[in-house]
């Protein structure tokens, strides 16, 4: 009988035992199933997708201290680093103002970032998709690499009748190799990759740039390959031979800086006039140029080699001021819209600290009829130096930077001796 009675109880207890069984199995998984925060701070490592659909490797450094994130783009020594940022835990955007440019990012359960970099090109959008995974090993190489690339190259670019000659020079320590490619325009800034198996692959990206340089041994002594510049042009063809003592009269064909672009009639003075970032106009007449010895730059705040040249014409601005030397920017900005335009040249401005007048000459695609004494134009930055007679004694195309070492340091120097010999002339 007492067992008939307790049954009840017993089952009601069972029950009571299952259901808290149940709720800690919950509890349990949940609390498994959480996912902890990750920590986002370190290199993260991926591709980014040209319009061609060439995947450019590159490195993405990020930094989360409280609510404030910093992100840098990493090409060897090279930082390029975001203006402002925010990660809410799953989204994370890197704005670069001085590119016009932003980066926007989700994570995924797997820990991918994937999302996209988006800049003003010319008049229209480049949207390059990405993913990085977060301290990714290096794509790196073996210790045995597959060939030896270090020192000067030429590189043949394009087809004929359309080729053209560019420098190059790498350096290299095991597989690993880092280097520049320059052509007439200037270098594209430090790139790392490696050489394995008998083929060379190069990437820069920063922001601006998504540059690839891939090219195979041909067994003659020369590399044979392709070259994307990450924009909407098609991939190039490209022949890489080095540079040596029995070819050295390739040097005699590479184009020269100094006499690529001219003036139309170099009796007659170069003419500016254009307003400058309050809107007050400035010209080549005004008194503040009078027999003084004038650096007149076309530049743009799109463009990375002019963030290489500005310090520089300010170190000499600085410097030479008061014997007589005047720097003035022309900047063309990419869409013609003044009020985007000019904003965007205040960035680039404040962020080099140029106290020498930046003034906002159009869109890119107007230079021809802004500035028609020029023959053969197409660089950027492209420095016009004008003597105190008010004629152009010479004009540099494109600029050589840091990343191409002794060739920075011997430009540098060319020009500031170009300049003492014009600042030591008599005023007319």
Same mark, same amino acid.
Not at 362 to 369: L, M, N
Not at 375 to 386: C, K, L, S
């Given at each position: 009988?007492?067992?008939?009675?307790?049954?009840?109880?017993?089952?009601?207890?069972?029950?009571?035992?299952?259901?808290?069984?149940?709720?800690?199995?919950?509890?349990?998984?949940?609390?498994?199933?959480?996912?902890?925060?990750?920590?986002?701070?370190?290199?993260?490592?991926?591709?980014?997708?040209?319009?061609?659909?060439?995947?450019?490797?590159?490195?993405?450094?990020?930094?989360?201290?409280?609510?404030?994130?910093?992100?840098?783009?990493?090409?060897?020594?090279?930082?390029? &680093?975001?203006?402002?940022?925010?990660?809410? $835990?799953?989204?994370?955007?890197?704005?670069?103002?001085?590119?016009?440019?932003?980066?926007?990012?989700?994570?995924?359960?797997?820990?991918?970032?994937?999302?996209?970099?988006?800049?003003?090109?010319?008049?229209?959008?480049?949207?390059?998709?990405?993913?990085? &995974?977060?301290?990714?090993?290096?794509?790196?190489?073996?210790?045995?690499?597959?060939?030896?690339?270090?020192?000067?190259?030429?590189?043949?670019?394009?087809?004929?009748?359309?080729?053209?000659?560019?420098?190059?020079?790498?350096?290299?320590?095991?597989?690993?190799?880092?280097?520049? @490619?320059?052509?007439?325009?200037?270098?594209?800034?430090?790139?790392?990759?490696?050489? +394995?198996?008998?083929?060379?692959?190069?990437?820069?990206?920063?922001? @601006?740039?998504?540059?690839?340089?891939?090219?195979?041994?041909?067994?003659?002594?020369?590399?044979?390959?392709?070259?994307?510049?990450?924009?909407?042009?098609?991939?190039?063809?490209?022949?890489?031979?080095?540079?040596?003592?029995?070819?050295?009269?390739?040097?005699?064909?590479?184009?020269?800086?100094?006499?690529?672009?001219?003036?139309?009639?170099?009796?007659?003075?170069?003419?500016?006039?254009?307003?400058?970032?309050?809107?007050?106009?400035?010209?080549?007449?005004?008194?503040?140029?009078?027999?003084?010895?004038?650096?007149?730059?076309?530049?743009?705040?799109?463009?990375?080699?002019?963030?290489?040249?500005?310090?520089?014409?300010? +170190?000499?601005?600085?410097?030479?001021?008061?014997?007589?030397?005047?720097?003035?920017?022309?900047?063309?900005?990419?869409?013609?819209?003044?009020?985007?335009? @000019?904003?965007?040249?205040? @960035?680039?401005?404040?962020?080099?600290?140029?106290?020498?007048?930046?003034?906002?000459?159009?869109?890119?695609?107007?230079?021809?009829?802004?500035?028609?004494?020029?023959?053969?134009?197409?660089?950027?930055?492209?420095?016009?130096?004008?003597?105190?007679?008010?004629?152009?004694?010479?004009?540099?195309? $494109?600029? +050589?930077?840091?990343?191409?070492?002794?060739?920075?340091?011997?430009?540098?120097?060319?020009?500031?001796?170009?300049?003492?010999?014009?600042?030591?002339?008599?005023?007319?």
């Amino acid at each position: 009988m007492d067992s008939h009675r307790n049954a009840p109880l017993a089952s009601a207890l069972r029950q009571r035992v299952a259901w808290l069984a149940l709720v800690f199995s919950f509890l349990i998984s949940a609390t498994a199933c959480q996912r902890t925060p990750l920590d986002i701070n370190g290199p993260w490592r991926g591709t980014v997708k040209n319009p061609s659909g060439e995947e450019i490797a590159f490195t993405l450094e990020l930094k989360k201290e409280g609510e404030q994130i910093t992100g840098a783009l990493v090409n060897g020594d090279e930082r390029v &680093t975001a203006s402002s940022g925010s990660f809410d $835990g799953k989204m994370l955007k890197l704005r670069f103002d001085f590119y016009d440019a932003e980066l926007t990012a989700t994570l995924d359960e797997a820990g991918v970032m994937k999302g996209e970099f988006v800049r003003q090109y010319r008049r229209q959008m480049l949207k390059r998709p990405l993913q990085a &995974t977060h301290n990714a090993a290096n794509e790196s190489a073996s210790n045995t690499p597959g060939g030896d690339v270090s020192g000067e190259w030429i590189l043949r670019v394009g087809e004929a009748p359309k080729q053209s000659l560019w420098r190059a020079a790498f350096s290299q320590q095991g597989a690993e190799v880092r280097g520049t @490619i320059i052509p007439m325009s200037g270098d594209w800034g430090q790139m790392s990759g490696a050489v +394995e198996n008998g083929e060379l692959k190069l990437y820069r990206f920063d922001g @601006i740039n998504a540059r690839v340089l891939k090219v195979k041994l041909t067994g003659q002594g020369t590399w044979e390959g392709l070259v994307d510049l990450g924009l909407f042009d098609p991939q190039r063809k490209v022949i890489a031979e080095r540079l040596t003592a029995q070819n050295k009269d390739l040097v005699a064909s590479l184009p020269n800086p100094v006499t690529y672009t001219r003036m139309s009639n170099p009796a007659e003075p170069f003419r500016f006039s254009f307003p400058d970032l309050d809107g007050k106009t400035v010209s080549a007449t005004d008194d503040r140029f009078t027999n003084k010895v004038v650096v007149v730059s076309i530049t743009g705040s799109w463009c990375p080699n002019c963030y290489d040249e500005g310090p520089l014409l300010q +170190e000499f601005y600085s410097r030479y001021r008061a014997q007589g030397l005047e720097v003035v920017a022309l900047a063309f900005e990419y869409t013609g819209e003044a009020a985007r335009d @000019i904003e965007q040249v205040k @960035i680039f401005a404040r962020k080099l600290g140029l106290q020498y007048p930046v003034l906002y000459a159009g869109a890119t695609d107007e230079t021809e009829k802004k500035l028609p004494q020029l023959v053969n134009f197409g660089a950027y930055p492209t420095m016009i130096f004008i003597g105190r007679d008010g004629l152009v004694k010479r004009i540099h195309a $494109g600029f +050589e930077g840091k990343a191409t070492g002794e060739r920075y340091l011997t430009l540098k120097t060319d020009l500031e001796n170009l300049l003492k010999e014009l600042l030591a002339e008599d005023t007319p």
